[in-house]
Structure formats: C-alpha cells, structure tokens
C-alpha cells in the first residue's frame, strides 16, 4: 500500500464511520399493520423498549394474542382448515395485508478539527495529499426494508441499501432471512426454547452495530485482525460483518436466558470468489471448507420488587407500564479458522505447490446492560485472538515449505455508553470506545515520517485509541430524528524515537457530525 | 269503575309530565363524526345522582367506545381487554390542568373505575399508546346526548325552560347557545377547530 492509499484511507475510514452506521431501522410496515406508534416498540428508534424485544422475539408478533391486534387483516395463502389435510395440500400460511415496506432516508453534515491535514505534512517531498475539507454536507442511505411474519410463526427480514448497490453491485443487502420462531413445539420442548434463523443476518451481538441508534459505530465490532507486515493473519473479519448461515436460539431478552448458537461462512479474506469451474457458476463467499461458531448467552435479571409485574413483558409502574429495572449479563464466542494459501514448494525445495495455513482466531466478550427509569448503562468488553503461521523458509529455499507458529496477533477493547431520557423525545449520550492492538500500533507511523499511518485513530507508540462521544437525539416526531455527535479523539504528538522531537503536529481529528434521518 | 278511576288518573299524570317536558334535536354540523350535545346546569337546580356506570373498554390498542357522555358524579369503569399493559391518564378536565390524573396500570381483565365530579371533557390517553385517545365528556345534567356520525342529535326529557345548551366536539371549540324548551325543541350548530 503506497502512502496515497493510506492517506486516502484516512478519508475512508472518517467517511464510513458516518455512512456505515447508518444502518439502523424502525419498522413503519408494523405501525401501519398494527395501527399504533413507532413508540410502542422503540425507545428512540431504533432502539428497542421491552415491549420491542419480546415483539422481535415472538417473531415480529405481538407476544400474546397478535391477530387481536392486528387492523389489517393478512391475506390467507391458504383456509386455516386446509392445514388437516396436510400432506396432501400446502400448508396454509399468510402474509401481511399490506406490502410490508418501510423505507428510511438519511442525510449528515459533519465538521472536522483543524489538525484534519496533519497527515498531509508527513507525505515525502513532491507528494500532496488529498485535500480534506472542513465541512461536508453528505447524502446518506436510502434503504428498503421489509418484515413481518408468513404464519406458523414464520418471520421474514429482508432490508437492502439501494442507493449504494447500484446495478451488479454487492454489499446492498444487509440482513435478509427467515426465522421459524418456537420450533421446539415439534420436538415437545418448552415454548421459546428453541427457533432457527436462515439467511444473512447479523450476528446476535448483545448491541446491533446494524441497528444502532449512534450516528457512529461501536468501534470494538468493527476491529479486524489484520497483523503486522511481518505477521501472517490478514484476518478482515470483524463482529459486525454480515453473517451467512443458519442461527439457532432460545429464551428471550426481556427476561430470563437468551443463547443463539450460529454456523456461519467463513471468509476472513473479506471477498468472493467465483470460479469458472463450477456449473452454474456461482460465488462463493466461504473461504474455506471450515465454518465458523458462534454463541451467545445472556441472562436478564428483572429486578421489579413486585414478582407478577417482574415476569411480565414491562413492568406495572405506579403511572403506567414502563421497561422494567433490569440488569442483563452476558458473554459471546465466536471461533473460526482463517486460511492463508501461499505459493511454496514441496521439500525436495523445486517443485512448486500450494502451501495451505489455517490459523485459529477467537473473540471472546463479556457485556452488561443496566436499565433504570430513564437510564440505560451498558458496556462491552470483547478480546480478540489469532494464531499466527509464518511461512518456512528453509536455508538454500527460496519458498517456503510450510508454516512455523510465532507469536499469536490480538487485541482488545470495548465500549461503554449511557443513555439518558431526559424526555422521550430527548436523549443524551455519553459514551467511550477503546481498542487496543499492538498490530494496530505497528501498522502507524514509527519513526518514519515518509510512511505515516493508514488511518489517524492508530497511535505511533501506543496500541490503544479512545474515542469519547457525547451526543444528543431529538425526536422531532416519532418517525423523523435529528442526531448530532462530537467525536473527541484525545490527539497525540508523534515524536522521533531517536531524537525525543515531535516530528508532526497532532493528528487524532475530532469531528462533530450531525444526522437527520426519517422513516416511513 | 274504580279501575277505571286509576287508569283516567295514570293518563293525566303522564299528560301533564309530557306537557311540561320537552325535547332538544338539532344537527351539529362543521366537523365530521360524532359531537356530544349538553345541557348547562341551570342556577340552584340540583340533579338525583346517577345510576349508570358505563364502561370504556382498551381493545386492539383503542379506547371502545371513543367518546363516552355521562352526568357529572357518574362512576366510569375502566377495563383493559389486551394482553398487553395500557394506562389511563387525562391531563385535565374541561381544560383545567388541576384535575389530571393517572389512573397507573393494570392487567387483562381488571377493571378500575373512577368516579368523575368535575364536568367538562376529559381527554384519555395512554401513556404506552400515544395514538390511543378516548373521551369522557361529563355533562353537568342528566341532559345530554351523543350525536350520531352525521352530527344528528335529540335530548329527551328535558322540562319545559329557558337553557343553556353546549356542543362539544374533539378539537373543536365548544358552542353554548341559549334554547327554550318548551315541547320540541330545535337547536343547530355549526363548529370549528
Ligand atoms: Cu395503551
């Protein structure tokens, strides 16, 4: 990577902050089915109330007595009567009586601190680096979604980003499945023990970097493991990225356990492949034979005084039902093996063949979430871990015959954040993201002016970065958001290590971004 | 004969009560839907408590019926038929923000009532809902009537007097007209927002 691409990194980087958080949803396609408010089932879209957790759960349903709520009536695919004469007919089943779209729009603005072009002071002679304006006005997303539920407590998911997926593209759909809710009724289980998930969709992290309600992401979901140039793992797998596979989970979020358990595609190499051996050619998105584990458990503890409110979906306050005081504790893995394939030889050290690696990684998180009234803390805490094969080079070869262990590539963070109500249309945040990774730290600057950074968030002799947003939500109806966020990087000197002088000003860029998105 | 006697002396008495006690009817036009239309408590006249105890009912997330009439002191019954938790809460009554109340929350099946003194309308809300609303409108006689989807409406019963009449309508002004009664008696209005 030459100094321009990394400098046009920096940019990447600040950009897809804003635009890829963007992906956050609240479902008008239920309002208008169920008759009511987007408030119903969200805190401060999209944001989920308790009452929108055992929506989402139940499998987009409302968690007792749905079709008494339902204004309009679903269309029959088939009479409910039909379903005795299974197998000799299609098991009857509905979908909603009206097209289950909803449609969201964003736009931001965003203003970045005056050090914003002390990267460019560091190119070599002759370079001029990209320039970096001050203000920006950016189109945002324009995405489809589309949810609900086909009866026999079959949900269905799809959204899309279609203003960025373009014609051929990839990378538009962001979650799109089907989630069979409560299939342990067929092998006698209790009810919510047990439903399965199908399809691409996010993994079941305890804090939805695709429906996050920040105008930024949580920097810890998406921390990729790449390692140093002298390191073998280039792992760009992060938590939040798309998941492919089959999820199978049990229990409920508003109260009590919840566990996913997941098998997902493996691809580490962030890319498809498609080859032109294979009939009909298709894509491949696995990059290896391996799939990847996940799994979730968390328990919620209600901590309502009065025990009939404290097993209800939200507890019985003295003006009215409110999200109960809960704390949530809980703890994801998820294990892959990476596969690094590189051209080596056999040992009589001529002939040429593949040589194959496949490098364990592990995350491991431990999270919390404590509600109170109008307060909201929560936090997590996430290590990463990659086992690192360097190739083998014998003397006298010049490829490698095979991998060596050396020493394992990890890092570590989290985030926490609180959320304030001030009214419920207002809402404060404070929160602090950190992450610490010496491959980060290596990856940036050293001592060599003439090869700075590949983003400004690394630290020349630190391996971590902090990040403090304060940030406010207004509601200006429940559909139509106004966000704004001040991003404060504590800003760092790099100094020479030879000499102790600082060679280039401050770099960590604050920037404040403000949000208007919509709904409908 | 004797029976004869009571049965001349029945007629009479209902006669004379229809004699001196007539009707209100009338159109309440302007707005669209249902209005309540109320007689004002004329000075110094007092009315027997009432005796009926409607029930307003929290189905599929709405208030049944959405507009509920009764007389001032009348207890109303509140039920929540949903699985799901609802509140009542009005934040004044007749627009007078003293009298809000939150009536807290309460399960499927339950029923809280609450007795209604003040008169005036009492805007219902749901603190969970924000698209729920209902009204009670607590008319100071036992004179008043809901009109029907095309604003048509009649007391009856009322005696034979001078009157101050009021049509309520949801986020309309209200509109008090003077009306003799004296047999049937007409009185139109025309609202706005
Ligand atoms: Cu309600």
């Not at chain 1, 491959?439 to 391996?463: K, T, W, Y």
């Not at chain 2, 309308?121 to 698209?131: D, G, I, K, Q």
């Not at chain 2, 100071?140 to 009021?166: H, Q, R």
Request: charged share 15%.
């Amino acid at each position: 990577m030459d100094t321009r691409q990394r400098v046009s990194l920096f940019f990447a980087f600040i950009f897809t902050v804003v635009l890829l958080t963007g992906s956050s949803y609240a479902i008008p396609a239920f309002s208008r089915q169920y008759g009511t408010s987007c408030s119903t089932c969200h805190v401060n879209f999209p944001k989920l109330n308790d009452f929108g957790k055992a929506f989402k759960d139940a499998g987009f349903k409302f968690p007792k007595d749905d079709e008494t709520f339902i204004k309009v009536p679903p269309v029959m695919l088939g009479a409910p009567a039909q379903a005795e004469l299974w197998p000799h007919t299609i098991f009857p089943g509905t979908i909603p009586g009206l097209p289950p779209i909803g449609l969201r729009f964003n736009t931001f603005f965003q203003v970045l601190g005056k050090n914003r072009h002390n990267f460019n002071l560091q190119l070599p002679a002759g370079q001029v680096g990209p320039f970096i304006p001050r203000t920006d006005f950016q189109p945002g997303l324009f995405s489809i979604f589309m949810a609900g539920n086909f009866g026999s407590d079959i949900a269905f998911w799809v959204d899309d980003d279609i203003s960025v997926g373009g014609s051929g593209a990839s990378g538009g759909l962001g979650d799109g499945y089907l989630k069979f809710v409560n299939i342990g009724r067929f092998f006698k289980l209790p009810a919510n023990v047990l439903s399965m998930r199908v399809g691409q969709f996010e993994l079941d992290l305890p804090f939805s970097p695709a429906r996050s309600w920040n105008l930024s992401g949580w920097d810890i979901y998406d921390q990729a493991n790449i390692g140093t140039s002298s390191q073998n793992v280039n792992n760009s797998f992060a938590l939040s990225s798309a998941a492919q596979g089959v999820e199978f989970s049990g229990g409920h979020t508003y109260r009590g356990y919840h566990y996913s358990v997941a098998v997902v595609n493996q691809n580490t190499s962030g890319s498809s492949a498609s080859p032109a051996n294979v009939s009909p050619q298709v894509g491949f998105v696995s990059d290896s034979n391996f799939k990847d584990l996940y799994g979730r458990f968390s328990y919620r503890f209600n901590l309502e005084r009065d025990p009939a409110s404290r097993n209800e979906t939200q507890a019985a306050g003295a003006t009215g039902p409110r999200d109960h005081t809960y704390l949530t504790l809980g703890t994801l893995y998820f294990y892959g093996r990476s596969v690094q394939r590189a051209t080596g030889v056999e040992s009589d050290g001529t002939t040429k063949t593949v040589i194959t690696a496949r490098e364990p990684f592990y995350r491991v998180g431990a999270d919390f979430s404590f509600n109170y009234r109008k307060l909201n803390l929560f936090g997590q805490y996430l290590v990463g871990r990659d086992h690192n094969l360097i190739p083998l080079t014998p003397e006298g070869f010049e490829l490698p015959v095979g991998f060596i262990r050396s020493n394992p590539v990890k890092f570590n963070g989290g985030f926490v954040e609180a959320d304030y109500m001030i009214h419920p249309w207002l809402m404060a945040i404070m929160r602090w993201d950190g992450v610490t990774s010496s491959a980060d730290r290596i990856n940036g600057i050293g001592a060599d002016a003439g090869n700075p950074p590949p983003s400004p968030f690394l630290s020349p002799f630190r391996s971590a970065r902090n990040r403090f947003t304060p940030g406010v939500q207004v509601l200006i109806h429940a559909n139509i958001k106004t966000s704004f966020e001040y991003q404060i990087r504590p800003q760092q000197i790099v100094y020479d290590p030879a000499t102790g002088n600082a060679i280039t000003n401050p770099f960590r860029t604050n920037s404040a971004v403000a949000g208007l998105e919509w709904v409908y | 004969m004797k029976r004869n006697v009571l049965v001349v002396v029945a007629v009479l008495v209902v006669l004379s009560l229809a004699a001196n006690a007539g009707t209100i009817s009338g159109k309440v036009s302007g707005v669209a839907g249902e209005s309540v239309v109320y007689v004002e408590a004329p000075a110094g006249k007092t009315f027997p408590a009432p005796t009926q105890q409607p029930v307003i009912d929290q189905k599929g997330l709405m208030f049944h019926p959405h507009i509920v009439v009764v007389q001032q002191g009348t207890t109303v019954e509140f039920l929540n038929s949903d699985s799901v938790a609802h509140n009542v809460f009005w934040i004044s009554i007749g627009g007078n923000k003293k009298l809000g109340h939150n009536m807290g929350t309460w399960p499927k099946g339950e029923k809280r009532p609450f007795k209604f003194d003040n008169p005036g309308a009492v805007p219902l809300l749901c603190n969970v809902h924000p698209e729920m609303s209902g009204y009670v409108v607590v008319a100071p006689t036992a004179y008043f009537a809901l009109t029907d989807k095309s604003g048509e409406y009649k007391i009856e019963n009322v005696p034979d007097g001078s009157y101050k009449v009021t049509a309520w309508h949801e986020g309309a002004k209200n509109q008090t007209k003077p009306v003799a009664v004296a047999g049937d008696s007409k009185a139109d209005f025309t609202l706005s927002k």
